[in-house]
Each structure stands twice: as C-alpha cells, then as structure tokens.
C-alpha cells in the first residue's frame, strides 16, 4: 500500500478574493485561464463553482462548444451533418408517454416572468430576459452586453463586453453605449489582476511570477 492510499486530499483554502475572483468571471472566461490567473489547477475551479452555484453564460458555452470541436482529430467532425443528409427521425412521432405530463398550453411556472423583464444577478449586474425557450438560466443576457450587440452585432470569439472604468452600474437608464466597451479575454484578465493592486503589491506579484519561472526552468535544466 502506497503512503497516498487512504489519506483523504488536503482540500482547497479559498480567499475571498479568489471566491470574489471567480465569481466575477466565471461566466464569461475560460476555466482554464481562470485557474491559470488564480494558481489553481481546472478541476478546483470547476469544483468551488459548482459549490457556489455559478455557471457559464450562454455565449460562453458556444464559444467553448466551438473551440472543441475545431480541435484536430475531433470525433464529431466525421459525424457532422452535411447538405442533402436527412435525420433518421425526420416524419416520425414521439411514442412515449412524455406528452401526458407535460404542462398544458398557457400553464406557466410560478416563477415565470415575460421577456423583456429584469433583474438583479448574483454578481450584481442587470440582466434582462430574451427567451422563454431552453434552460431558465440561458433565457437571460446582461443588460450591458445587449447594450453593446444592439449597436455593433454579436460579441466576436475571444471578446466580452465590459463596463468601462467607474461606470459599473445596475441601473437600467445609466446603462448605455457609452458606459461600455469590447475587450479581450486577455486584456479584462489584466485588468482585474495585477493591475487593480497597489503599485507596491503589483510589483510584489509580478517579480514572484518570475522567480517562479526562473526557478522551473532551471529544474527542467538539471533534470
């Protein structure tokens, strides 16, 4: 037996900054540049999200969907549909009792609202309701993103839209194309990391990033 057999892992010690972190990005990034920014390995992020009950956003979900997919060597690529193919259950009727307990025409949810309504999301931004069709949480946009896509179109890969700098709000008529703007991924993990510390902490974080780089490259010369 192993000294690691039967010994339960050490668990996680979160700070609230990391939880602050990770609950202001999670929607919107990458796991993975998530944990990379936050010295933590995808499983642990994805583990205290689920935790917390945070998820991705619907864009977010897309643009990952789409990068794996675009992966070489990908098992969906094969099985794609292509023009003129037709699906198997193309003119068949679901048998199935699943009908019989659906809800009846016109019933709705206790929680139900229309599109158009708004609220309040747990990180604090104004969110409004597009669609009644799908997962509750994906029928719901940030009011700023909308903002943003009414005038230019939809969000590229790799961008999100952002409040510009003291211009956060959750108020609905303070929330216009000037109060916004498109960046990179890259750029918005910049700007909520280093930069937002003090100069003397900044720089602090930034020379213990490359003593750790040096110091790794120096393991992987001996090795």
């Known amino acids: 037996m192993t000294k690691s057999r039967g ?21 919107d990034s990458l796991t993975k540049e998530i944990a990379a920014a936050l010295s933590l390995t995808v ?66 949810p206790m929680n139900w609202v229309p599109v158009g309504s708004h609220r309040i999301n747990s990180d604090g931004y104004l969110d409004r309701k597009t669609s009644d069709v799908g997962v509750s949480r994906w029928c719901w946009e940030p009011v700023h993103r909308l903002v943003w896509m009414a005038a230019h179109g939809p969000v590229p890969p790799g961008h999100l839209v952002v409040f510009k700098p003291g211009r956060r709000t959750a ?26 510390l003090p100069p003397e902490l900044a720089r602090l974080v930034q020379l213990r990033g490359v003593l750790i780089k040096t110091i790794n490259r120096k393991a992987k010369e001996a090795a």
Do not use: C
Request: charged share 25%; glycine share 8%.
């Open 43 to 108: 499983s642990v992020v994805l583990r205290k999200a689920a935790a917390l009950g945070i998820y991705k956003s619907l864009t977010m979900i897309a643009e990952t969907a789409r990068l794996r997919s675009e992966i070489s060597g990908h098992g969906g690529i094969a099985r794609r549909f292509q023009p003129g193919m037709t699906p198997w259950n193309k003119g068949l009727s679901y048998p199935g009792v699943s009908p019989r307990t659906q809800f009846s025409a016109g019933n709705k």
């Open 7 to 27: 010994i339960r892992a050490q668990r996680t010690q979160w700070t609230d900054d990391q939880v602050e972190y990770l609950r202001r990005h999670y929607a």
């Open 171 to 196: 108020e609905l008529e303070a929330i216009t194309l000037d109060a916004v703007e498109l960046i990179t991924r890259a750029e918005n993990m910049r700007r909520n990391s280093v930069h937002q």
